[in-house]
Every structure is written in structure tokens, then in C-alpha cells.
């Protein structure tokens, strides 16, 4: 049962109960009942709450969560260079999705974790992800970072299905990390919220 509350007249705030065995939930909100969702955050198993602050004034917000599930890769740790720049790219774009997946085996199955993850250190803030998409059914592929010294792993990356390569620019905390890749699929949506903002 998701539920919200406007803690100010431009601040929302969420709350709901997380779905046992998720990988975890998705937060989204539209600006009216039937629109397209955008989503605001992919909250780790346990989060059962979110803030929507600093809204726009006297506007209609529509919220929805839907867990999601799906089998990690195995993981990769990484330890990029040091240095702050992101150099230009020339020649082919290496940071750009490659979908030549088509996988035979339903992401309920832990079989369809994808398998061969590599990751190549391009320079001091960049590093490409590759892999073998195994699973025939996903919504698509997550690219999932742990940075050193933090307890959970966060989403880096949403990316179509059949996606086997991405190239993704870090950020500043990501100097060292663990990486994992995970195919998902997205469970049925809760009950919409509503809230009409007040004026600033």
C-alpha cells in the first residue's frame, strides 16, 4: 500500500511497504492519472520511503511504486586512475548501448543472470561493461554500483533489453567500486497517490 503526505506546500513525501523477494522498488509520478510515468528512483529491497521536494506550485502529482526482480551477474571490482577529466571520444562511441543479446532462458530463473562480465578502464572516469545476455524475457538490463565503503549498491544505469555493452562515465565517488549487471523485469504497479501542491 503506497501512501503519501505533503510535508510542505511544494514537498511530498512517500511511503509503502517493500515487496518480499524484490531486487528492489521503483518510484515513479506523473502529472496526471493516465500519463507517462517518469521514474524518480530505484529504491534498494529495504527503503520504504521517498522525498519529492521542491515541486512545481499548484500541480496535480500522480505516484506509483512497482517492485522489480531479477538475477545479478557475478561482480567486478574496479579501481579507476587517478584525475577528474572525461577526454572527448574519437572514433566509435564506446559509451553507446550495444544490443546484440537474445537469450533463451525467463529472468524468474536464476540461469538468466548475465554471464562473461568484463569490465575495460578507458581513462580515469570511464570504464566499458560487456556481457552475455542470457535471459529472454526482461524489461531490460540494470548496470549496478557499489562504491568503497558503501553498504548497498545503487543503479548507475537503466538500459534496453538485449543490451550487451555500455560505457559508462563514473562519478566522483566510483574511483573504487564493485560493479554488476542484473536482467529485470518490472512487477504489477501499486495503488496511484495523489497530491495537488500548494502555492510556494
Given at each position: 500500500m503506497l501512501k503519501s503526505e505533503l510535508t510542505s506546500p511544494v514537498d511530498v513525501t512517500?511511503?509503502?511497504?517493500?515487496?518480499a523477494g524484490s531486487a528492489g522498488q521503483v518510484v515513479e509520478y506523473a502529472n496526471t492519472r493516465d500519463g507517462d510515468y517518469t521514474i524518480l528512483e530505484?529504491?534498494?529491497?529495504?527503503?520504504?520511503?521517498?522525498?519529492?521536494?521542491?515541486?512545481?506550485?499548484?500541480?496535480?502529482?500522480?505516484?506509483?511504486?512497482?517492485?522489480?526482480?531479477?538475477?545479478?551477474?557475478?561482480?567486478?571490482?574496479?579501481?579507476?586512475?587517478?584525475?577528474?577529466?572525461?577526454?572527448?571520444?574519437e572514433g566509435p562511441d564506446w559509451t553507446a548501448p550495444v544490443k546484440t543479446g537474445g537469450g533463451g532462458t525467463p529472468v524468474a530463473s536464476p540461469e538468466a543472470a548475465?554471464?562473461?562480465?568484463?569490465?575495460?578502464?578507458?581513462?580515469?572516469?570511464?570504464?566499458?561493461?560487456?556481457?552475455?545476455?542470457?535471459?529472454s524475457d526482461e524489461d531490460g538490463y540494470l548496470i549496478e554500483v557499489r562504491p568503497a565503503g558503501a553498504a548497498d549498491y545503487r543503479v548507475a544505469v537503466q538500459l534496453d533489453p538485449d543490451t550487451t555493452s555500455y560505457g559508462v562515465i563514473t562519478l566522483p565517488d566510483e574511483k573504487t567500486a564493485t560493479y554488476r549487471v542484473r536482467a529485470f523485469r518490472f512487477g504489477s504497479p501499486s495503488n496511484l497517490?495523489?497530491?495537488?501542491?500548494?502555492?510556494?
Open positions: 512517500l511511503h509503502w511497504r517493500p515487496e530505484f529504491a534498494t529491497p529495504a527503503k520504504n520511503t521517498y522525498e519529492h521536494p521542491d515541486l512545481i506550485p499548484e500541480t496535480e502529482f500522480y505516484y506509483r511504486v512497482r517492485p522489480y526482480t531479477g538475477p545479478a551477474s557475478v561482480t567486478v571490482d574496479v579501481t579507476l586512475p587517478p584525475g577528474d577529466e572525461v577526454p572527448e571520444i548475465a554471464a562473461d562480465l568484463k569490465a575495460e578502464v578507458k581513462h580515469a572516469n570511464g570504464i566499458l561493461f560487456t556481457w552475455q545476455d542470457r535471459a497517490t495523489h497530491q495537488t501542491t500548494g502555492k510556494a
